[in-house]
């Protein structure tokens, strides 16, 4: 019975399709998603036809091949979820290697086509679904609500997605594309929402945010550049490229591992973690924030107004400049450390074995006794300078001064920076 009624409800449709007729609603659409709800799971084995032409309620006519339309499929608990979220849904034939242009005043998640539905890698799919399971027939008259105007080139690489809404609106969807794994990001929202971008190997990714977080998850791009105004940036993943991210107000940067030529990371009130950094030149910067930074390698430069740093391992370089807070550094390996405090103390963690030319500037100087530091004492303007070797004569170059405040010298090795507790 419910494959009987489908296919004639399938059949009515595909015939308004081909005359080019797509209206907003269609009392069939009701009727599917009743007749799927209540089907077994057995009898969920449907055209994926059905699926697309519910969604498509537009006068626009998408670009769909007969090919995606005569294909069956079984739908997942996934696509189930995504069945009852659905109220509009385009497709369109596309260049693999084109660019997103993308402002609209909802959350938007971008991701990549599945290579093994879209081998060609030519499609883009945009979505609008409700942020609620069973509530897209409630969700329907949000579409008078706002105007989706999708552009598409002649030459099918650059695509387009605006809309226009009355400022101050907030409607509880989202719009899900689905790209190219080459295709290029840009974003531009005015209006508060969230945008997440994931496994995507695209050349260029460029985030503009008013009000909202951004979420990047398995993304490798030649350049990433995201801006938010107010609100978080978060890594879940490996981000790879050369990499900009600026978080204003009091928003915070967090990542797992960066890996780039140039790292940069700004934030105002908000703190900076980063678990890995893997790039040539790195440069952090927080006014009222705390930056700690896990696996450090290359060339790093931080600067903090008000905070602290913590540096789990340093395998590089390091240059440092605190107004008013501590630093805490465990040096591996190196070629120059330069950190310096205007207020606050100084901890450098080092190998039993590290060889290095040290000067400390400070009020006082505390020293580990597994640390040789064969080193003289000068007075200079009102504190203490201490010069010497770490070991013996060769290595690197630490310098660490603190205006006001102490610096102490401990032995570390990699195992006690994996800060692991045993009973």
Not at 27 to 52: V, Y
Not at 251 to 261: A, E, H, L
Not at 327 to 350: Q, T, W
Request: charged share 25%.
């Amino acid at each position: 019975m419910f494959q009987c009624v489908l296919s004639r409800i399938v059949t009515q449709r595909c015939a308004y399709f081909q005359h080019g007729i797509t209206c907003r609603t269609f009392q069939a659409d009701e009727m599917i998603t009743k007749l799927f709800q209540q089907a077994s799971q057995s009898h969920r084995k449907i055209h994926r036809s059905a699926m697309m032409l519910v969604a498509m309620t537009r006068k626009h006519k998408p670009v769909v091949s007969k090919r995606v339309l005569a294909k069956n499929l079984t739908l997942t608990t996934g696509e189930l979820s995504v069945a009852s979220r659905l109220i509009e849904k385009w497709i369109y034939e596309v260049d693999p290697f084109g660019k997103l242009d993308i402002n609209v005043p909802f959350d938007v998640e971008i991701s990549t086509l599945n290579p093994q539905e879209y081998p060609e890698m030519n499609k883009a799919l945009i979505t609008i679904l409700t942020k609620e399971d069973g509530q897209n027939d409630k969700a329907r008259s949000f579409a008078d609500i706002y105007n989706l105007k999708i552009d598409l080139c002649g030459d099918k690489k650059n695509l387009t997605v605006t809309t226009a809404m009355a400022d101050g609106i907030v409607l509880p969807v989202i719009c899900s594309i689905k790209l190219p794994l080459k295709f290029d990001v840009r974003v531009r929202n005015t209006q508060p929402c969230d945008v997440s971008i994931k496994k995507t190997e695209c050349a260029d990714i460029d985030v503009v945010l008013t009000k909202g977080d951004c979420l990047l998850k398995s993304v490798k791009s030649g350049r990433v550049a995201v801006e938010c105004s107010n609100g978080n940036i978060t890594s879940d993943s490996l981000l790879q490229g050369n990499i900009k991210l600026r978080a204003a107000g009091k928003g915070y940067i967090k990542g797992k591992r960066f890996q780039g030529s140039t790292v940069e990371c700004i934030t105002d009130a908000g703190d900076l973690h980063i678990g890995a950094i893997y790039a040539d030149k790195s440069h952090f910067f927080s006014c009222h924030g705390d930056v700690h930074l896990g696996s450090c390698h290359g060339n790093t430069d931080v600067k903090i107004d008000t905070g602290s740093l913590t540096v789990d391992t340093l395998n590089g370089d390091l240059t440092a400049a605190i107004d008013n807070g501590n630093i805490d550094v465990f040096i591996e390996r190196h070629d120059k450390v330069d950190v310096s405090c205007g207020a606050g103390d100084i901890s450098l963690k080092c190998r039993k074995d590290l060889e290095s030319e040290m000067r400390v500037i400070a009020d006082s100087m505390a020293v580990d006794d597994d640390i040789k530091f064969d080193h003289t004492t000068s007075s200079h303007e009102g504190q203490t300078k201490h010069e010497g070797f770490l070991t013996s004569q060769g290595g690197g170059e630490i310098c660490a001064h603190t205006r006001k405040g102490a610096v102490r010298i401990t032995c570390h090795n990699w195992l006690s920076s994996l800060g692991l507790k045993f009973d």
